[in-house]
């Protein structure tokens, strides 16, 4: 059974971050697929072409945008951008998150507030963005990619990426409530 007889996304508008990477192309490509229109955020702008590229053959519209989650002023453009061209968005997907690694003894409080202002800050205000124009149309799923780092430890060389994870798998919790 093809993944389009699993569910329909047709007229559905989806964003994912990190959409060049592995598994955010992965996701793009399955609502590609389920007939989904897509807008899609990273900061690799050659792998976003190629991602285009590809997805335009299913006929929807896939828009593409260079960009970090952890530039506020982006994340704002990008869903002024959304607002102009799609009117709506369904389905958001957050993905992108750089973070840092590093032992607790050694690591740099720097890696730990870039590690939580990636993951944790500027996802919260994507999904913040995101939300209140569900909320408005009274629908929409938030999807955030959590690591099992941030449920069980992964040793103690991973402490920001960790945290901050830790912190996104609370979140996204607290905002299904």
Do not use: W
Not at 68 to 92: A, C, H, M, P, W
């Amino acid at each position: 059974m093809g993944i389009e007889k699993m569910f329909d996304l047709s007229g559905r508008v989806a964003l994912v971050t990190g959409a060049a990477g592995s598994l955010g192309s992965a996701i793009a490509t399955v609502y590609a697929d389920a007939g989904a229109d897509l807008l899609l955020f990273d900061l690799d702008g050659d792998g976003l072409h190629r991602m285009a590229k590809e997805l335009e053959r299913s006929g929807q519209r896939v828009r593409t945008v260079v960009g970090s989650v952890g530039d506020i002023q982006q994340i704002t453009e990008l869903f002024e951008l959304l607002d102009r061209e799609f009117g709506k968005i369904d389905i958001l997907v957050n993905v992108a998150g750089p973070a840092k690694i590093g032992k607790p003894e050694e690591v740099d409080l720097a890696d730990v507030a870039y590690s939580i202002h990636h993951l944790v800050t500027a996802r919260f205000f994507i999904c913040q963005q995101a939300g209140r124009r569900m909320l408005a149309a009274g629908k929409g799923s938030i999807i955030s990619i959590c690591s099992v780092t941030g449920i069980t430890a992964n040793g103690r060389s991973h402490m920001p990426y960790s945290m901050a994870m830790a912190a996104v798998g609370h979140m996204t919790k607290e905002l299904s409530g």
